[in-house]
């Protein structure tokens, strides 16, 4: 233990002052040394009360002297630590190098202690928004007049318009048939192949009804030419999302429209979204008219050119019939009815941002109001 940061005049002023403030305290040991030279007192008088009061007295002093013992050691230790040996001697020594380390310490644990309140802070703040939304979308309002308004009655079409899409397109099938004669058969015998969603032509293979070499050719080992299975599954594939979005559009604008009133972030979205279906239409529909040109080439009369075994000398191949794309052709005019469908809506809905009339609705906003409904 170091006492060389202690003051010697502070330090050597101790003492004296413990010895006067024991020799103030009447019922400590030292005061009690003192009153030892004072005269002696006449004995309490027989007879009365006060001398059979005399022990519980004398238990009395006793009492007040170890309580005036422990306000005198309290006294001790306060004049130590105005002093300043009281905290050396608590603290101790301190270790080189311990002063920098704590402090270094402190400020890491003061940093976690800060980021860990940030870190709930966000949390509070994302749970209350979550509350606040889902009190939102609890208040479920059925209110069938937006149907009524180009923006409702517009994205019923491009609904119905959607499920003809990916209906027609991902539902079909089809085969082409070809007539097959040679000098050791007295009939034509017909070779199939069957194709069908998602056209991967150089999958299917030709067949004779029944099961034989027709001509002593193995027709299972000739399949048709081309795989246009990229532009109809991202058609169809795209017609679905389409399907599934009019319908989550359609429950906001039925059972939540003053919600879509009152914000902006999603008649914005919707804006976005409207813009960027129609081009998708655009794209996807034309990537498919295309596909579908090359699939009626693939499978018309030009297949006969195409198959080895009937430019064998000896067999002769005649075309016989390939199954109708008629709803293949309807898929690609609904693919165009949704294009213009969803570049038209997409002035409804711009009428419902902020960018239709941007003064009035920061006004009605910084007012408290709601916006006045543009479409709906």
């Known amino acids: 233990m170091s006492l060389r940061t202690v003051d010697e005049p502070r330090l050597s002023a101790v003492p004296q002052q413990l010895s006067?403030?024991?020799?103030?305290?009447?019922?400590?040991?030292?005061?009690?040394?003192?009153?030892?030279?004072?005269?002696?007192?006449?004995?309490?008088?027989?007879?009365?009360?006060?001398?059979?009061?005399?022990?519980?007295?004398?238990?009395?002093?006793?009492?007040?002297r170890e309580a005036g013992g422990g306000r005198a050691a309290s006294e001790g230790r306060r004049v130590l630590r105005s002093c300043g040996v009281g905290a050396h001697m608590r603290r101790g020594p301190r270790a080189p190098g311990a002063g920098p380390g704590r402090g270094r310490g402190g400020g890491g644990a003061s940093g976690r202690g800060r980021g860990a309140r940030s870190m709930a802070s966000n949390i509070y703040l994302f749970r209350q928004?979550?509350?606040?939304?889902?009190?939102?979308?609890?208040?479920?309002?059925?209110?069938?007049?937006?149907?009524?308004?180009?923006?409702?009655?517009?994205?019923?079409?491009?609904?119905?318009?959607?499920?003809?899409?990916?209906?027609?397109?991902?539902?079909?099938k089809g085969k082409t048939e070809i007539q097959v004669t040679c000098p050791s058969l007295t009939e034509n015998k017909t070779i199939t192949a069957a194709f069908a969603y998602p056209f991967r032509l150089n999958e299917a293979s030709f067949l004779a009804h029944?099961?034989?070499?027709?001509?002593?050719?193995?027709?299972?080992?000739?399949?048709?030419?081309g795989d246009y299975s990229s532009s109809a599954q991202f058609y169809v594939t795209f017609a679905v999302f389409v399907f599934l979005y009019c319908?989550?559009?359609?429950?906001?604008?039925?059972?939540?429209?003053?919600?879509?009133?009152?914000?902006?972030?999603?008649?914005?979205?919707?804006?976005?979204?409207?813009?960027?279906?129609?081009?998708?239409?655009?794209?996807?529909?034309?990537?498919?008219?295309?596909?579908?040109?090359?699939?009626?080439?693939?499978?018309?009369h030009g297949i006969v050119k195409e198959l080895q075994p009937c430019n064998h000398q000896g067999v002769m191949c005649y075309f016989g019939s390939?199954?109708?794309?008629?709803?293949?052709?309807?898929?690609?005019?609904?693919?165009?009815?949704?294009?213009?469908l969803w570049g038209g809506n997409a002035w409804f809905v711009y009428k419902?941002?902020?960018?239709?009339?941007?003064?009035?609705?920061?006004?009605?906003?910084?007012?408290g109001g709601i916006p006045p409904p543009s479409g709906i």
């Not at 029944?210 to 030419?225: A, E, G, H, M, T």
């Not at 813009?275 to 699939?295: E, H, N, Q």
Request: proline share 6%; aromatic share 10%; hydrophobic share 40%.
């Open 20 to 64: 006067n403030m024991l020799l103030r305290r009447p019922g400590t040991a030292a005061g009690s040394a003192a009153r030892s030279t004072d005269p002696p007192q006449a004995p309490p008088r027989a007879g009365n009360r006060g001398g059979t009061r005399g022990p519980g007295r004398r238990e009395a002093g006793g009492g007040r």
């Open 352 to 367: 419902e941002t902020s960018l239709h009339s941007p003064s009035n609705t920061s006004a009605s906003h910084g007012q």
């Open 322 to 340: 390939v199954t109708s794309m008629g709803s293949l052709n309807v898929s690609v005019i609904f693919g165009f009815l949704n294009m213009i």
């Open 247 to 300: 319908i989550a559009a359609l429950l906001l604008y039925v059972g939540y429209t003053s919600l879509y009133r009152d914000s902006r972030k999603l008649p914005m979205i919707d804006f976005v979204v409207t813009l960027v279906a129609a081009f998708l239409w655009l794209v996807s529909t034309s990537a498919w008219a295309k596909a579908l040109t090359d699939i009626k080439i693939a499978t018309g």
């Open 129 to 172: 928004r979550i509350s606040r939304f889902g009190q939102r979308m609890s208040s479920f309002q059925l209110n069938v007049s937006p149907l009524k308004e180009p923006l409702g009655f517009i994205k019923v079409l491009e609904w119905i318009a959607s499920i003809f899409a990916f209906a027609t397109c991902g539902g079909f």
């Open 210 to 225: 029944p099961d034989v070499n027709v001509c002593d050719v193995n027709w299972k080992s000739y399949v048709l030419i």
